[in-house]
């Protein structure tokens, strides 16, 4: 028996790279066909989601918007006779309004609309919790802390991981470790380092045991760059060491973010010439990254400086 019958359409989400939107919106584009001519008219609107979001991810704003404006009106049709008491007939709508309303929401964050975005992600939060899709439920709630104002991020984080922690849904309790990050960023933040150090701690066996070996070198980087934030500089710039081996060996290139970390460790060991060549290379690699050119320019300058690389 054929195992995958060649008129099922594909799992979409297993096919994100949240790293290469370009390369998933690729993807998702060779399925939009089949999508199209499948009859499966809630499957194509929650594609489209998420080809608005990997549009989205490349700051391509305007046909992210443009894209969820045109299955808008499907969307409302179909919604209006869906909610928590729906038929199971009607429930893959719930999913696509809660979807819609993430994506609609990020864009409008992404481009430094928080205003608008807050009251998208609280209604996804609402109706997610209400309808039990606790997974996207999860993603309000942590879209909730990357929105409000600094004194609820935190409330925000602890809801998206009560649910995360208590849900029986396997893919929303794979949340708990993005969530053990974000909320050790958030301590970060309000330079409780040793609280921030706790939970990136946590998250460091959660993405063991999720597997995910890309994500588990950022575990990592996020510890020791707390350690080099509460002076333990020789242990910080040790894991930062071992993970510059690691990415190499990995096959998937190198890492910005690591070079600046081993150049800030040896900066502060008072070792500038050999921290500057590290400078230099994490600026060649994070000028390249288009969120942090925007959002942090100064930055992208001090390291170009202390790099050597002159104006």
């Known amino acids: 028996m054929n195992a995958n019958p060649p008129n099922k359409l594909p799992d979409f989400d297993a096919l994100w790279d949240y790293n290469n939107p370009a390369e998933t919106e690729a993807k998702f584009r060779e399925i939009l066909l089949s999508a199209e001519t499948s009859g499966d008219a809630a499957y194509l609107a929650e594609l489209k989601t998420q080809i608005a979001r990997t549009l989205g991810l490349q700051q391509k704003f305007d046909e992210a918007h443009k894209l969820l404006d045109e299955m808008e009106g499907v969307l409302h049709r179909e919604r209006a006779g869906s909610g928590p008491s729906a038929s199971p007939s009607l429930m893959p709508w719930v999913k696509v309004q809660v979807r819609y309303l993430l994506e609609r929401g990020r864009l409008l964050n992404s481009s430094k609309q928080k205003d608008k ?31 409000s104002p600094p004194e609820l991020v935190m409330e925000w984080n602890q809801k998206a ?47 063991i045991e999720q597997q995910q070996p890309t994500e588990l070198r950022f575990a990592k980087w996020c510890v020791a760059k707390t350690q080099r934030m509460l002076g333990k500089i020789e242990l910080a710039l040790k894991t930062q060491l071992a993970l510059e081996v690691e990415w190499r060996e990995s096959g998937e290139g190198e890492d910005g973010y690591v070079f600046e970390e081993i150049a800030e460790c040896l900066l502060t060991q008072g070792e500038l010439d050999d921290a500057k060549p590290y400078f230099a290379k994490a ?3 994070l000028a390249t990254d288009i969120w942090l050119a925007r959002d942090e320019p100064e930055r992208l300058a001090r390291l170009k400086k202390l790099g050597g690389l002159g104006e």
């Open 283 to 285: 600026y060649a690699l």
């Open 161 to 207: 991981l009560a649910l995360a922690e208590k849900s029986a849904e396997p893919k929303a309790r794979r949340w708990r470790a993005s969530l053990y990050n974000n909320i050790g960023w958030d301590f970060f933040a309000q330079e409780k380092y040793d609280s921030a150090l706790a939970m990136f701690e946590k998250a460091v066996p959660a993405r």
């Open 117 to 147: 975005a807050l009251p998208l992600f609280e209604e996804a939060w609402t109706i997610g919790l209400e309808s039990g899709v606790d997974f996207f439920a999860v993603d309000a709630a942590h879209m909730m802390a990357i929105a």
